[in-house]
């Protein structure tokens, strides 16, 4: 145990995602022979983060205005609509380069042990955007795992209500178990483009 702030910035360093105390501990001794300013940008944005995030009004991903680039984007084709879980799903996608549509961020996967039903996911905004634009596809590709294929299964199960709508997923060969973003660009790129209808 260090006194006073150090041992404080370490607590709360090794409170996040991924952290160990080894790491927090480096991590915080960086930053204690840092230079003023390079913490003080650190600062400014955590505050920035503390006074909130905005999230696109159509597909929910975080974005700068009300609409987020993407969905701002004319050349990207609106008929077709990717379904993930998390915005850093949508980054995970764009990287493979194979998508020239829309995404649709639920904000998690069903999970009913953790209280996560169809209600606290942004799937009654995804039905009333098909049932408003011209959707012709929606590709679901939620995370290869458990709750990643009840939502999925879920999804199927109501999009039936939409006769010309078509409804892929992922082709296999995604590591099962995982997030979508741990797969690697060409994986992701392969399960992409070989999606099939379900
Ligand atoms: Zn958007």
């Known amino acids: 145990m260090y006194e006073g702030v150090v041992q404080d910035l370490i607590d709360e360093l090794g409170r996040l995602p991924g952290v160990g105390p080894k790491s927090a501990q480096r ?20 505050n920035a983060v503390a006074a909130g995030v905005q999230f696109c009004e159509v597909c929910g991903t975080v974005s700068e205005q009300e609409r987020c680039r993407i969905c701002r984007d ?19 996608i764009e990287r493979t380069r194979e998508f020239k549509g829309r995404y649709h961020v639920l904000g998690g996967a069903l999970d009913p042990l953790s209280g ?8 009654r905004e995804l039905l009333s955007r098909i049932s408003s634009d011209e959707v012709s596809e929606v ?15 879920y999804l199927v199960r109501m999009l039936r209500d939409f006769p010309n709508l078509t409804v892929t997923r ?6 099962m178990g995982g997030d979508l973003e741990f797969a690697d660009e ?12 379900v």
């Open 27 to 46: 991590i915080a001794f960086h930053l204690l022979g840092s230079d003023p300013a390079d913490i003080k940008r650190l600062v400014d944005v955590l």
């Open 74 to 92: 004319p050349r990207r084709d609106p008929a077709m609509i990717c379904v993930v879980e998390e915005p850093k799903d949508v980054l995970a």
């Open 116 to 123: 996560v039903g169809p209600d606290q996911l942004r799937i």
């Open 139 to 153: 590709i679901i590709a939620t995370d290869p795992n458990t709750e990643g294929e009840a939502t999925a299964t």
């Open 170 to 175: 992922l082709a296999s060969g995604l590591p």
């Open 186 to 197: 060409l994986t992701l790129g392969r399960a992409f483009s070989g999606r099939r209808q």
